[in-house]
């Protein structure tokens, strides 16, 4: 298998060229207008518009969304389609709604981790059971929207309210308020009322998620309706024990200081626990969750009957994922099966899971090196898909019909798309979307009806509502480039993305993606190269690349990227080599993209450029410090330096405990050689991050003072790792590119 990989490498190293040389010679001449960065980043989107939050409502007849506004692309409304009238209309205005209450600091932060950090108006809703109205959370207070326009302020649900949720029955409402868990009546009369303990010590929470469960375990709640809202299942940490960095958000005018619990690599995390109780707060019990108190609380869910509470226990390596089957009633439970990590490796978790009527699970597991989907019944395993491709998502299973939809790279890994199987007869699976697409899904919870969303290269990311073997009902939103679309006027000039591989130090293919300018015979061309590199993250892929990729392209320079090892949707084995090794093949992968590059008659090889953000700042710093000389500048935005200043669990899962592997820490760290960067280097960063913290970069930014090694950089006052806005982004991507024209890395326009 090897050899053939190294065989089809070289064959695409040698069909590269003359495929994209073939495209440049056609002529230079532009009819359309060129994108500006001031363009890219003003209203209305040039993506067009960007629902989020696609649902059905609980009998099917409403699909509803949040779309933003064309005046102001980062404000959301809800939005009903009515499936029996075929007609569109705004539920719930957003602005009508608003207090101009500035949202509790609990709250900034949560949205921060959940990457919505810049999003205004609704930003989450919830069906009720009945299916008659939708739980709408704005700025603090909780609303009841009616479909037949009513909307009415839940009493007793407002000021600093944080993640409400409607019992399954549709009878009690459950949110966070002060650390504590309130629960009420969603109609008649009665107000929500305190259903867990007044805590003495501020460090104790109640229904919420903690730190790193919210920025590196996406499980974002604490609170876990039982089906018949008999009960619910509720988290409690007490972070105490937790050290204390203190965060100043510098800003524009003076400076706020935050004593933050954020738990570094190797220290202690917070003391999880989980609790079963009557929604009143009575009859609560304790689940044993093992002597062990130092784990991860990673999953939480009920079975279908509410008869057993399933939770997913991690150990602190990370090499172990308990399934325990808990009795809601005594707290007691038993492991049901054990997950374990590959040798060297780490668990991967996952939400691609469902506990089905008859006891049995559908699960994805990376056991034989890819991840694929498994039968678990009566203590026996079934594999259902198999092969050296990847599922990257479960959307939905049609139990009474036996079949499972979700979505994998089977027919491409650079385009995602929907498939089906039976459950009986496994082997035989069906694509059920288009090739020319990259597709995702989501259906309703019988698994009869799917939300399809999709984007190609010259397509913006539309949206359909389709049946289960995939044929569309109607469009969500179809975006077609055309008309009064946004991105209209830009079409004649859009460049198309090309793709190829090139070969790792150790035969490995790797991806690339380049969108090149109309270009001139006999010129050679700057390239911009994009990367992030870090796990959990795929850079390349045949969908759209947006706007702001055109416009680089427009402004002179070839765009490129390539996905290094590590990086995900290629398996255990592409991603195992940065275990305990970060920094090191992920930029050795990036020289092998910068080599192709040189061999290209129309790039310019010393105009060669690199830019990455958050663990690709990182890396930024990285491929300067190894391989000076070959970019021609680097720029790093809130790049990570020092791996102990960044929290347990994503850290320890690739580099181990500090405590026992400091040189480990040491030599991925981007700190030891920074003496050996000789190229232009721009470092830019947030003032108010809380993610990467600013002090990875005033580390970095001192020891190249200290040793006499030139720099520039950029600081945003106020900004957390979420830089943008209309105004500030082009500001940043306007000093990005100034910065490449004073060094010789730029194009000039």
Not at 197 to 211: D, K, L, Q, R
Not at 395 to 423: N, P, W
Not at 519 to 548: D, N, R, S
Not at 603 to 612: E, L, Y
Request: proline share 5%.
């Amino acid at each position: 298998m090897r050899t053939t990989l190294r065989l089809l490498a070289a064959t695409a190293l040698c069909a590269a060229v003359p495929a994209i040389a073939r495209d440049q010679a056609v002529t230079a001449v532009q009819t359309a207008p060129a994108l500006s960065l001031e363009r890219v980043f003003a209203s209305p989107a040039l993506t067009g518009p960007a629902p989020r939050g696609v649902k059905l409502s609980p009998d099917g007849r409403w699909l509803t969304l949040l779309r933003n506004r064309a005046d102001d692309r980062e404000r959301y409304d809800l939005w009903g389609f009515d499936r029996t009238s075929h007609k569109w209309r705004m539920l719930v205005d957003s602005l009508k709604l608003s207090s101009g209450r500035d949202l509790s600091e609990a709250e900034k932060m949560q949205r921060e981790r959940q990457r919505i950090g810049d999003l205004k108006g609704i930003v989450s809703y919830e069906w009720a059971a009945d299916g008659k109205s939708v739980l709408v959370p704005v700025e603090g207070d909780l609303f009841l929207a009616g479909l037949d326009g009513t909307v009415r302020k839940i009493a007793g649900a407002s000021g600093d309210v944080l993640n409400p949720a409607l019992g399954p029955k549709g009878k009690n409402l459950a949110f966070l308020r002060d650390r504590r868990v309130w629960v009420g009546p969603v109609a008649g009369e009665g107000t929500p009322v305190a259903v867990t303990p007044e805590e003495a010590s501020p460090t104790v929470h109640w229904g919420e998620a903690e730190f790193v469960a919210q920025e590196e375990m996406s499980r974002f709640k604490g609170l876990w309706w039982a089906p018949d809202e008999s009960r619910i299942a509720v988290e409690r940490f007490d972070e105490a024990g937790v050290g204390v960095v203190t965060r100043a958000a510098i800003g524009a005018e003076g400076t706020k200081t935050f004593d933050q619990r954020y738990p570094v690599a190797g220290s202690p995390n917070a003391e999880v626990s989980l609790w079963v109780m009557s929604p009143d707060g009575g009859a609560r019990v304790q689940v044993d969750l093992g002597p062990d108190k130092d784990i991860y609380l990673a999953r939480v869910d009920w079975a279908p009957d509410g008869k057993t509470l399933y939770v997913q226990r991690e150990n602190r390596a990370q090499t172990v994922l308990d399934m325990l089957a808990v009795d809601p009633a005594t707290g007691k439970g038993r492991v049901l099966f054990s997950e374990q990590a590959p040798a060297g490796g780490w668990i991967n978790l996952s939400d691609d899971y469902r506990f089905l009527a008859d006891g049995s699970l559908i699960w994805w597991s990376e056991r034989d090196g890819f991840g694929h989907l498994y039968h678990f019944k009566d203590g026996q395993w079934r594999q259902l898909t198999q092969g050296p491709w990847v599922v990257t998502g479960l959307v939905g299973v049609d139990q009474k019909a036996g079949r499972i939809t979700f979505t994998g790279t089977k027919d491409d890994v650079l385009a995602q798309q929907v498939y089906a199987l039976d459950i009986a007869k496994p082997e035989k699976i069906e694509r059920l979307t288009d090739l020319a697409f990259v597709n995702d899904a989501t259906m309703d919870a019988k698994g009869q009806t799917q939300v399809v969303s999709r984007s190609g290269d010259a397509q913006p990311s539309q949206s359909y509502l389709a049946d289960a073997h995939g044929k569309r009902l109607a469009w969500i939103e179809e975006n077609k480039v055309a008309g009064d679309h946004p991105y209209a006027p830009f079409m004649a000039s859009h460049r198309p993305a090309q793709f190829g591989t090139v070969a790792a130090a150790d035969g490995t293919l790797l991806h690339w993606m380049m969108i090149a300018p109309v270009m001139e015979p006999g010129k050679t061309y700057p390239v911009f190269t994009y990367h992030y590199g870090g796990p959990h993250a795929q850079v390349v892929t045949k969908g759209w690349q947006g706007a702001l990729a055109q416009a680089i392209v427009d402004k002179g320079y070839i765009y490129f990227a390539i996905d290094n090892r590590g990086s995900a949707n290629r398996g255990v084995a592409f991603e195992l080599p940065i275990a305990k090794a970060m920094g090191s093949v992920e930029v050795e992968d990036q020289l092998a993209g910068v080599n192709y590059l040189k061999t290209l008659p129309f790039v310019d090889p010393k105009r060669i450029s690199t830019f990455g953000w958050s663990y690709g700042g990182y890396m930024t710093i990285k491929m300067l410090e190894a391989h000076p000389g070959t970019w021609a500048a680097g720029i790093a935005v809130a790049p990570v330096t020092r791996w102990q200043l960044y929290d347990t669990h994503y850290t320890e899962r690739y580099l181990g405990d500090p405590q026992r592997d400091m040189g480990v820490y040491e030599k991925s760290n981007a700190l030891a050689d920074t003496a050996k960067i000789a190229d232009p280097l721009l470092i830019v960063h947030g003032m108010a991050d809380d993610n990467v913290v600013f002090e990875n970069s005033s580390a970095i930014i001192a020891k190249l003072q200290g040793e006499a090694v030139p720099f520039e950089m950029m600081l945003y006052p106020g900004f957390t790792h979420r830089i943008s806005g209309p105004t500030v982004s082009r500001h940043l991507y306007e000093t990005m590119f100034r910065f490449l024209d004073r060094n010789g890395a730029g194009s000039g326009k």
